[in-house]
């Protein structure tokens, strides 16, 4: 999904073009020349809108009593007509591309680790194996002191400040200033800058001997690629069910969407199809090449899964392919075409509005320019109480659909998953909320994966995760000692009701500084994550799909529905 922000609009767009047409108008009364060459360009032009706004560029560039920068007007200009439009049309500055383009493109050029800061010290959590860093002998439970000999630690950097420091061009050389346990003096690497692939599949594992589960973060450029590297390795695990977790996956590129749609579908189905201003129509169909259409399959979403991710998810439902659990997801049926400037922006303009297989719109309703009311809507669900009841939800009757196998479906605003497992809440207490308001849990997992380095960086599986996890005994009471330290007082009715969360967080974030990295942390919370514990449920009790007859119905489909699914 492509989205920024934008803020009350002060003044409409036209009234700031009629400000400055009158503004220009006013300085020529009395200057017979200059006001009959205005009338003339005005005349010759036909004072239509379009030519209005490049008169008035053009009075403002020739003849303005101030010499004034174009380009900066252009930069404030432009996302005053934004604004006007839909809530994802967006103007993009050219400092804001790289990083925003930068997750969807899957990589970078930087020095691969993974850190955080939660102590203002930047702390290695992980290093890529064969990357920038590990070949420079950086390894998990360093601290980052200083960067090109320039003082990083305890002077309260931004984030992304380090950020910048750590990325530069490829084969460039970075010199960082490690502090080491058992080590009194600073060691100082040179690291020589490097492509790091960004992952969009942050978890690949076996929940049970045949149930496996994929998390998709985001459609990037090489999600397919990921997909099918991850299906191999499940399956080679036994994998004959999944688990595709898309929650709070807010979308990316269409294409991906598709890709991966087309790997759980059999031949001649209809993916998605786009429809612009002229009611023209793009239709995707699957080809009958995908891997993964002898699966059983759940697919998970919530409030936080848009785009294409609901072009995936309404793909699995129409087609009666899967079964989509969750709640709602956001309802984003509009398509954005990426328009460069030569100056590296970009126009991210709706070109078009995407629908189901069953002929569903899922964009739900907005007013152009009004762009607040939009983004309340996530809060009115709240408020209403969708998250927590699916009788809270309701849908006009003129919004029904149904698929080839008689299920009813809706439009009109996001993807209604087929079991809705409401927002659980029960376990959280006052105590609870301290304790991860104020960080100090997930700073608690960072000191323990410092007091067990060894053994921590020896967790190369689950199973060793797991042993060493359960030799701890007193895990959780020394946490509880740690809060108290940090100035969290100990309730215990209220440490008693919310343990089974936090004993959960706590390994799922130790997991995390392990080797296993996301892979770790969604394991130790499928207990507590009562939406992947009623998946495993559904697909326990769901038949594998049954082969399909070599399907005649491509060659059946009509010539201008042609297959565009491309390996």
Known sequence: MYKNSKHTIIFPLLLAVGVVLGI??????????????????????????????????????????????????????????????????????????????????????????????????????NVIANGPSAKAGIVAGDRIIEINDTLVAGVKMPQNDVVKRLRGKRGSEVKLSLQRQGISDLVDVMVVRDAIPIKSIEASFMLTPEIGFIRLSQ??????????????????????????????????????????????????????????????????????????????????IDEGSASSS??????????????????????????QSQIPYPDGSALRLTV????????????????????????????????????????????????????????????????????????????????????TGRNILYRYTLDYADRHRKAINEVQTMAQLTALLDADKTLFSDFVNYATAHGVKPVMSEINRSRRVMEAQLRAYIGRHTALEDDGFYYNIYPIDDVL??????????????????????????????IKIKK
């Not at 990316?252 to 201003?277: H, W």
């Not at 629908?355 to 152009?368: E, H, L, V």
């Not at 009623?534 to 009790?541: F, N």
Request: aromatic share 8%; proline share 5%.
């Open 310 to 335: 609901e072009i995936l998810a309404g793909a699995v439902q129409d087609n009666d392919r899967g079964t989509i659990v969750g709640r709602r997801s956001f309802g984003k049926g509009l398509v």
């Open 352 to 435: 078009a509005r995407y629908f189901t297989p069953t002929g569903r719109s899922i964009q739900k309703p907005y007013t152009n320019g009004n762009d607040y009311d939009y983004d309340m809507d996530i809060v009115r669900r709240y408020n209403n109480n969708e998250f927590f009841s699916a009788d809270s939800i309701h849908f006009a009757d003129s919004l029904k659909f149904v698929t080839p196998k008689g299920k009813v479906v809706y439009g009109g605003g996001g993807i209604m998953p087929d079991v809705f497992i409401p927002l659980d809440t029960t376990d959280m207490t006052r105590y609870y909320a301290e304790v």
């Open 219 to 300: 459609f990037a450029r090489t999600s397919h690629l990921e997909l099918l590297k991850a299906l191999v390795e499940l399956r080679a695990e036994g994998m004959k069910r999944l688990i595709f977790d898309l929650r709070d996956n807010s979308g990316g590129f269409l294409d991906q969407a598709i890709l991966i749609a087309n790997e759980f579908l059999p031949a001649g189905k209809l993916i998605v199809y786009t429809e612009d201003r002229h009611r023209e129509q793009v239709k995707e169909f699957s080809d009958g090449t995908g891997s993964a259409t002898d699966l059983a399959l759940v697919v998970l």
């Open 24 to 125: 220009l108008l006013g300085q020529f009364v009395g200057r017979n020349r200059a006001e009959t060459q205005l009338r003339s360009i005005i005349s010759r032009s036909g004072m239509n809108m379009t030519n209005k706004i490049m008169q008035t560029s053009m009075l403002i560039e020739h003849r303005f009593v101030d010499s004034i920068s174009m380009d900066s007007l252009a930069e404030l200009v432009i996302p005053l007509m934004m604004q006007e439009l839909d809530p994802h049309s967006v103007y993009v500055p050219a400092r804001e591309m790289q990083q925003l383009n930068e997750p969807l493109e899957g990589e970078f050029d930087g020095v691969g680790i993974s850190f955080n800061m939660a102590s203002d010290t930047i702390v290695v959590l």
């Open 533 to 562: 514990k009623r998946s495993v449920e559904i697909l326990e009790q769901m038949p594998l799909p049954e082969p399909e007859p070599e399907s005649e119905m491509v060659s059946k489909v009509l010539p201008e529905m042609v």
